[in-house]
């Protein structure tokens, strides 16, 4: 049985059920229960604190998790990025009062409050900055106006947080951040696990490319054709098959779902027709 990790709460739990549901996986459904088994697909899930989900995996009691890049990188845990899932994306980045600081050499001897120690100390060592860093559980953007920082480190999303708070970022961004899929480090490939781990993560590829993807169909002339499949090359090539009316093709590929209707436009400009876009439920590459 393979045994996955995944978010309990925040940020990351809502989005990671949501996207293992798709992916064909039974889930949860009090967001009380600490452990589900899904026996049709020999899998068991364990629901963990995000922050402790790259400890659990690294310690090799847990084969897989779901976490995001900023808390694997503060853990220091022995895990590593195998699928990047395109959810819970932020930046990690310095911010203050206006006129605090413009960025991190500026922050020698001051005092940097944050809920990820790992990553703010190594990056002020990697800078050659000695500052000091005071550890917070979260809503740091409060320890400036009560004094307990002049700095904070966090994660950005939207800005709104240091809007409301009256702070600004400074300097580069420190990192950017998503949901990820973590194995522990040099997890031999030979392990009896693999064929289940390459598996589920052939699923979870096919819900990103279901959600980013629109199967796109139409006719076109044979004269048309090279133009036609130069805007839809599909991910491998276009299949293209013969139709009654002599002259004539009908076309099917894949092609991103922000682009379908500005293509649609360009395929009825050469002279198209019954262009037609579906959505993908599933797939595998
Ligand atoms: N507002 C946000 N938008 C996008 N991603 C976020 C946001 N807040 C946190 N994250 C990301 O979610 C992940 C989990 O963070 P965390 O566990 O702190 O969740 P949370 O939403 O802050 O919940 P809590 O602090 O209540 O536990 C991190 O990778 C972080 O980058
Ligand atoms: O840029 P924004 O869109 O405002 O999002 C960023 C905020 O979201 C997270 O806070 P969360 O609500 O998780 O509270 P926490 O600080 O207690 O973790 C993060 O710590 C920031 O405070
Ligand atoms: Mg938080």
Redesign the pocket.
């Known amino acids: 049985m393979l045994r996955i990790a995944v978010?309990n709460?925040?940020?990351?739990?809502g989005p990671a059920a949501d996207m293992l549901h798709e992916a064909g996986y039974r889930q949860r459904r009090e967001s009380k229960e600490l452990r589900i088994v899904d026996p049709g697909n020999e899998v068991e899930f364990f629901y963990l604190?995000?922050?402790d989900i790259a400890i659990y995996v690294s310690s090799g009691r847990l084969d897989i998790g779901i976490?995001?890049?900023?808390?694997l990188v503060d853990s220091g845990a022995d895990a590593e990025e195998i699928l990047p899932l395109g959810?819970?994306?932020?930046t990690?980045r310095f911010a203050g009062k206006p006129g605090t600081a413009n960025g991190v050499a500026d922050l020698k001897g001051r005092t940097v409050a944050t809920?990820y120690e790992g990553i703010v100390a190594r990056h002020l060592a990697d800078s050659g900055v000695d500052a000091s860093v005071v550890h917070l559980?979260?809503a740091v953007e409060t320890a400036i106006e009560l004094g307990v920082a002049e700095v904070i480190a966090d994660?950005?999303?939207?800005g709104t947080?240091l809007r409301n708070a009256g702070l600004e970022v400074f300097g580069e961004p420190i990192m950017k951040?998503?949901?990820i899929v973590i194995r522990r480090t040099g997890a031999d490939a030979e392990e009896a696990a693999e064929p289940k781990v390459q598996q589920f993560l052939r699923r979870l590829q096919g819900v990103l490319v279901a959600r980013t993807y629109v199967m796109m169909d139409y006719d076109c002339r044979v004269e048309q054709l090279e133009k036609a499949v130069a805007l839809t090359p599909g991910l491998e090539s276009p299949t293209v098959s013969p139709l009654h009316n002599e002259g004539w093709v009908a076309v099917r590929a894949m092609v991103p779902a922000k682009d379908a209707q500005r293509i649609m436009d360009d395929l009825y400009a050469i002279g198209a027709r019954a262009i037609l876009t579906t959505a993908i439920h599933a797939c595998r590459l």
Do not use: I, N
């Not at 994660?155 to 939207?158: A, H, I, K, R």
């Open positions: 978010p709460k925040g940020s990351l739990s604190r995000p922050r976490t995001g890049r900023d808390l959810f819970a994306r932020s990690f809920s559980d979260g994660v950005v999303e939207t947080s951040s998503e949901a």
